[in-house]
């Protein structure tokens, strides 16, 4: 038989033109998927590390603006200063007493008006301007983990009203000192303290505070904590007598 000249030539080129095989293709997807694993494992952790470095930083941002306004907000304190051990919604503020330290700061600013700072949130609170209601004007409850101002005006005997005949809430202002998104999902606890040693009626020239920023709300995943002095610019002195009341 006769074999036509350039015949072999053709054939050898269409089997080097021939596409990849079934086996082939198997065998080089394995080899990528073990080499996709090894990647992966290597640089997961360090995913993961670099994630937690960036909220770890985001936390210490969000722990130096809380420190910086505390500072700013606890200079105009001029009557008196007041520490509670806690601040809860659901807490009767009326002929409470102070404490050494605790969760909630009360003083009386260079206004005349009483000052409440804390971090346990409150409940829906009406807002009045001397004994009336302004109607219009009504502030939603406040979940914990987020720095929170109320003001009172005092009325007679030095008290302020915190709640009306019904039980609800009141006060004159109410002031939310960053927008929840500030928090970035974190929730801050401060704890407010006196110096060692100063008895009801001392001059405080100073108030300690613990700063911490935890990852949930129930304050088991702490990411910062820094322990600060607040420097108070005009005379206050310590006060533990009640100085809050219910109705008017």
Known sequence: ????????????????????????????????????????????????????????????????????????????????????????????????????????????????????????????TDIYLGTQKIDAIKAEDQKPGRLLIRYYAQGTGERYVYEDKNGQAVARALQKVFADGAYMGNYLEIIFSYPPGLAPGDQVEYLNAQVAIYRDEEKTKLWVRDQVILDLRYHAVKKTDPTAQKEW
């Open 1 to 124: 038989m006769r074999v036509r000249e350039g015949s072999g030539r053709k054939d050898k080129k269409k089997r080097q033109n021939a596409g990849t095989t079934l086996v082939e293709l198997i065998v080089s997807m394995c080899l990528m998927s073990i080499l996709m694993a090894a990647v992966v494992g290597i640089l997961s952790p360090a995913a993961k590390l670099f994630v937690r470095m960036q909220r770890l930083q985001f936390a210490q941002v969000i722990l130096d603006n809380v420190i910086q306004e505390l500072r700013s907000m606890t200079q105009d304190a001029a009557g008196y200063v007041k520490v509670y051990d806690t601040c809860e919604p659901d807490t009767p503020m009326g002929d409470k007493t102070g404490e050494e330290e605790g969760l909630a700061l009360e003083f009386l600013d260079t206004q005349g008006y009483v000052t409440l700072i804390s971090t346990q949130g409150c409940p829906d």
